[in-house]
Every structure is written in structure tokens, then in C-alpha cells.
């Protein structure tokens, strides 16, 4: 995804203290952990601080037949230079030590509550107004200029195997793995960075990698191979042995979908979950169950990302 951004800047800041009316400019704003000091909508929940670009402004004062005022969209902050609504959430923007995460792109029109759309008949923000937490706290005001980081998702791709290790056969559950994640990431428009290891069916070495990834902050790490109950097969414990939470729905429901068919499918031991900010996913070492598994699990990958961060993706 390329975004042109060369220089976002700041154009007028605004808070209201009353909820449902519209905000006036102000010289200065001050972010904490709550969001924007003397602004109605501070508190600690997802949509801090609303922004919304100038050219979605010019744009709609034309359907409007009159100038609108910074603020009366209810935006915290305007900026220039840039379409705010083509960011993805967990985006980032940046001025000096604050700090800005993307966490909803539009919100729900309020209808009638709202100013604009009583006047118009429509209004901007629900569809190009965008919503961001803290994360650094400082002031800005206008004039300032916007830093924009997209999220890169990292993946790490890891198959166990004593014979592809040892260059005894080629792997292609790993590569079939990481091209599946590549199509879902562009499908997504989501900058990624995939990794593909290959290591030998080896606990010490498989939880080396797994810890050393989650203090890294990988998004998703992808396990294949070693889920059966042979003797070697051991990713399943040692991927429980590093989360925190495990999700068992996705891999229960996998199990049953194929195990109708193909009872041997009940076999497999895979398991599914997070440690931190990452998802782990323990998949078989077969081409078509990695099939089987992603078409399943890609489903809901989203939604577990963003639930994953505290993001409101309902």
C-alpha cells in the first residue's frame, strides 16, 4: 500500500466540553492517557482523538453551499496533505513525543443529533473522519507537522521437519504457507514482512524461536508440521507452553469440518492462541491441511488482530 504524505500539516486544533455539539478551535491541545485534556470525549476507550483532513472539508462545503468551519465536524484535530481515510487502523502519526494510533476509520452517523446532517441531509465524518488513542503524550497545535507510519505486519513461518532440515526432501508446506499470508496481507492492502525457517523437530529449538519472536513484537507466528502423536511430534505442547490465551474454537471446528470425511483428521493436535500482541498458530505439515487450515482460519484473522489490540472491529 503507498500512501503520499509528504507533509500532513496541522491545520486548526478543536475540543468541545459537552458531548454532541461541535468544537471550536483552540491555540493549543494537551494529550495524555485519556486523550486530549478538557475535551468531551477523553477516556480511556479506542476513539480518543478524531481527525479529519481538509480536503474532505473543501470538498463537502461545496455540497453544502457555504464555508464550514473547523470543528463542526467534530474533529479534534484538521490537518492538509493528505486523505486520512485511505490509513488503516493501527497506523501511526507522530509530532515531537506525541504519538497517534489509528483505531477506527468512520463511525456511525448520528443522523438527526448531528448539525451538519440536520442542515445537509449528509456529513463527512462517518465515512472520512478517523479516530486515534495516545500513545505519546505532548501538545500540538496549529501549524505542527504530522509524521505518518503505516503498520507493518510481521509474520514468521516456521517448519518443523527432521528431513527438510536435513535437506533429505523440499519443504512446501512452509512456502504454501507464507504465499496463502502474502495474498490475505495484499488483499488487505496491509504491508507485511513474511519469514520462512526451517528448523528440526526440536522443543529447545522450537521455543527458542517462539519466545524470542513474541519479545520481538511479531504479529503472527505460523508453525507447520509436528502436530500428530508420533514420537517427534511436539510443536503443540511447546506452542502451549508460550501462551497466554488459547483460542479453541478455530482449530475444534477445523477438526470436526474435515474429521466427518476423513476421521484420521481427528488426529491432528493443532492448536491455536496469543502471547502479547502475537498469534500463534500450531498448523499439520501436509500442503492440503495448511489449505484447509488458512481457509479457515483466514476467515476471522482480521477480527483477531484488531480484538487482539483493542480495537472496537464489531
Known amino acids: 500500500m503507498s500512501i503520499e504524505a509528504k507533509d500532513i500539516n496541522i491545520v486548526s486544533v478543536n475540543i468541545s466540553e459537552e458531548k454532541g455539539t461541535i468544537k471550536k478551535p483552540v491555540s493549543e491541545i494537551h494529550l495524555n492517557e485519556k486523550g486530549i485534556e478538557g475535551d468531551a470525549h477523553s477516556g480511556k476507550w479506542h476513539r480518543q482523538v478524531s481527525m479529519l483532513a481538509k480536503e474532505s472539508f473543501d470538498e463537502f462545503s461545496v ?97 518443523l521437519s527432521d528431513r527438510a532440515y536435513a535437506g533429505e526432501y523440499e519443504d512446501r508446506s512452509g512456502p504454501r504457507l507464507s504465499s496463502l499470508l502474502k495474498d490475505f496481507f495484499e488483499g488487505r492492502k496491509w504491508l507485511h514482512d513474511i519469514e520462512n525457517i526451517i528448523i528440526p523437530d526440536d522443543e529447545q529449538a522450537l521455543s527458542a524461536l517462539l519466545l524470542d519472536a513474541i519479545e520481538q513484537g511479531v504479529d503472527f507466528i505460523f508453525t507447520t508440521g509436528g502436530t500428530g502423536i508420533g514420537p517427534r511430534d511436539i510443536s503443540p505442547e511447546v506452542v502451549k507452553s508460550v501462551i497466554k490465551k488459547e483460542i479453541p474454537g478455530i482449530m475444534e471446528i477445523i477438526r470436526m469440518k474435515y474429521g466427518e470425511e476423513k476421521p484420521n483428521a481427528l488426529l491432528s493436535r493443532s492448536i491455536a492462541g496469543s502471547a502479547d500482541n502475537t498469534l500463534i498458530f500450531a498448523l499439520p505439515g501436509s500442503v492440503k491441511a495448511v489449505n484447509e487450515y488458512m481457509a479457515e482460519i483466514m476467515k476471522s484473522l482480521r477480527h483477531m488482530v484488531y480484538m487482539l489490540h483493542g480495537l472496537d472491529a464489531h
Not at 462517518?126 to 507510519?149: H, M, N, S, T
Open 63 to 159: 455540497i453544502a453551499g457555504r464555508e464550514i468551519a473547523y470543528g463542526e465536524f467534530a474533529e479534534n484535530i484538521t490537518t492538509e496533505g493528505m486523505l486520512l481515510y485511505k490509513v488503516s487502523p493501527l497506523d501511526r502519526f507522530y509530532c515531537g513525543e506525541v504519538e497517534l494510533e489509528v483505531t477506527q476509520i468512520g463511525k456511525k452517523c448520528h443522523g438527526d443529533n448531528c448539525a451538519i446532517y440536520r442542515e445537509v441531509g449528509n456529513c463527512v465524518m462517518p465515512k472520512e473522519g478517523i479516530f486515534c488513542r495516545v500513545l505519546g503524550y505532548g501538545d500540538l497545535q496549529a501549524g505542527d507537522k504530522l509524521g505518518y507510519i503505516p503498520k507493518v505486519y510481521s509474520a514468521l513461518v516456521i517448519t
